[in-house]
């Protein structure tokens, strides 16, 4: 734990892998760029590797940051929570930054609690937005100023919280991916990259690494400007063919609800909400969802939404745009025919 | 030769099954109205550790932190297989947070030798996967997240493979170590209908003074004359002569810093708390035949959302 420290900079673990950073670092530098220049303070990007690391400092530049710490040793080639964590602990002790923000990622939700832990400092998990604002403890006169909210849906989404950490520094959260939005690159920014000694001499790696598979994520969600979603509503593996051809016409993603994933309709890279993916697309079909809350948690910023549901008492309907009320299995076809259509009239009319 | 297993289990309400019931007027929860059910993940974790029982021997111990209602998990993981059962109640550990959590949590665990430390990965109330690194970092043992698969247990190694979301990795560590079990990774086992016969009346100390002052006594059977009378150490030691009672420590026994237990040893304080509200907006509805959908259609057109 480090002492409050006011002139103490923001900084994003900039998490890569194989000489790749991730989205959610890029999308973490535009939420600490908002979050340095309201505390005019640098923002900093931690980043950790093997020789391969050196080029994503300008990426990072170009993203927002100001300051690179950068780390470069065999033993954080691959990441591991015991290095990572020791060399971070290391440079937060060192500099004293004030807010240190993470991705919500596998890795992300590995490495925070164990430099919560080790550091003795909050930690608020899967944040969804981080502001800047004041707090008074109950029964305390002091009001601690310009304190990191850590606003997160709880209770499987159904309360909004707001954490706070006054006196045990630095501020730490990790962030959904998605739903920060992707700052613009911009290359003529300038930044200063700092290297520091990854100082591992000493230190165990108490893992060893057998193997290690990635797959290309065949799903992308987050990328989608459409989605088409089906629900337990769907009724049937067969009847979500329906949802996949919808998708197929309007070249969209197709999403699923967590109680179609559970039931087996679509595999769990399709799943959108609280524990699946949290989307923002332009448009977002929601077909045969209830739209519990843990679901709306992961759509409802979509620009519009449109819910088919045969319940007109579904709560889909409340956060939806536009809606039919009636089955999806007769509605979808008639949706698809008139898409159809309607393309080649557009395309008709600009001929 | 067979391996201690700890496993660390929650008692949560059930946010995942809210009905009509727990809604309220205003569209936000009543929380009171919604079932303590044992979490999730944890049930994949003690799964994890009777398998490994099973094939290695050694033994199964399942401990949780809680207000004493927390027992109903405890029993369960009894009914399911687990050799031993500890709750760890005390009041100074309330709000606590993951940080002071873990720290409480380690220093019962600090108590068992433990090989293999068990979490599920996540809890649903607060879903934030925390305690599992945390008290990992405490005890100073390697972590070993997202648990899909144990391929081999092998004198004082263990190799696991891990999901790591966009594929997975096979880790090889020496015990002691942590782990963090996926929902992915087996199917739990049910209790066992002889198990419940026989576990159904292990108590915690706790509860059986609750019994003793008739707080629960709607609820308890084996409410007797004995403890109508007072005679709650009796009535323990009893259980203990049965192997029915579920241990119970307190901060004292754990011989914890105060300073990082409960509220003054979280770092992390509530600001404040909103309920979610359906957002209502603008909205229109169009019928579900050939002019309903065509008029959506040719709005969404119009608009260039698609086409």
Known sequence: ?351 | MGYNCVVCVKQVPDTKRITGEAMQEDGTVNRAALPAIFNPEDLNALEEALAIREAHGGTVTAIAMGLPAACEVLREALYRGADRAILITDRRAAASDTLATSYILSCAIGKLQADIVLCGRQAIDGDTAQVGPQLAEKLSIPLITYLEKLDALDGDTITIERNVGNGFEIVRAKLPVLVTVMDTANTPRPPAARRIMKFKKARSCAEIEKMAEGLLMGDYEDYTAELQAGEVEKHCARLEEKGLLIEQWDLDYLEADLSWCGRGGSPTKVHRIQSVVLKGGEYKEYAGDDTGVNELVASLIKDHTIG
């Open chain 1, 1 to 351: 734990m480090i002492e409050v420290n006011r002139q103490g900079e923001v900084w994003v673990f900039a998490e890569a892998e194989g000489g790749e950073l991730s989205d959610v670092p890029l999308e973490l530098l535009s939420k600490g760029r908002e979050l340095s220049d309201k505390l005019g303070v640098p923002l900093g990007a931690v980043l950790l590797g093997g020789d391969k690391i050196a080029p994503l400092a300008d990426t990072l530049i170009a993203h927002g940051a100001d300051k690179i710490y950068m780390v470069c040793d065999a033993k954080l080639d691959h990441y591991q929570t015991a290095p990572y964590s020791h060399v971070i602990c290391n440079l937060i002790e060192a500099r004293k930054p004030q807010i240190v923000m993470y991705g919500a990622t596998p890795i992300g939700r590995d490495l925070a609690p164990t430099i919560a832990s080790a550091a003795k400092c909050g930690l608020t998990a899967d944040c969804t937005d981080l502001q800047i604002g004041d707090h008074k403890p109950p029964g305390d006169d002091t009001v601690h100023k310009n304190l990191l909210f850590q606003i997160r849906p709880a209770f499987g989404g159904n309360i909004i919280a707001t954490i706070v950490n006054y006196d045990r520094w630095p501020q730490m959260a990790t962030v959904r991916e998605g739903v920060m939005v992707m700052p613009e690159s911009d290359e003529s920014r300038t930044g200063e990259v700092v290297e520091c000694e990854a100082g591992l001499d000493d230190i165990e790696v108490p893992l060893e690494i057998i193997e290690s598979v990635r797959r290309e994520k065949k799903v992308n969600l987050k990328g989608a400007r459409i989605i088409v979603s089906g629900g337990a509503g769907v009724g049937g593996r067969d009847n979500f063919e329906l949802i996949h051809e919808l998708a197929r016409c309007l070249g969209a993603e197709v999403g699923g609800s967590r109680a179609a994933v559970d039931l087996g309709y679509v595999s769990h890279d399709h799943q959108v909400g609280q524990t699946g993916t949290t989307v923002r697309p332009a448009l977002y079909i929601a077909c045969g969802i209830s739209g519990a809350v843990q679901h709306r948690a992961g759509m409802e910023e979509a620009g519009k939404i449109i819910a088919i549901n045969i319940d007109p008492e579904a709560p889909i309907f409340q956060v939806a745009h536009m809606g039919i009320v009636g089955d999806m299995n007769v509605v979808i076809p008639k949706l698809i025919k008139a898409i159809r259509s309607g393309a080649s009239i557009t395309q008709g009319a600009a001929d």
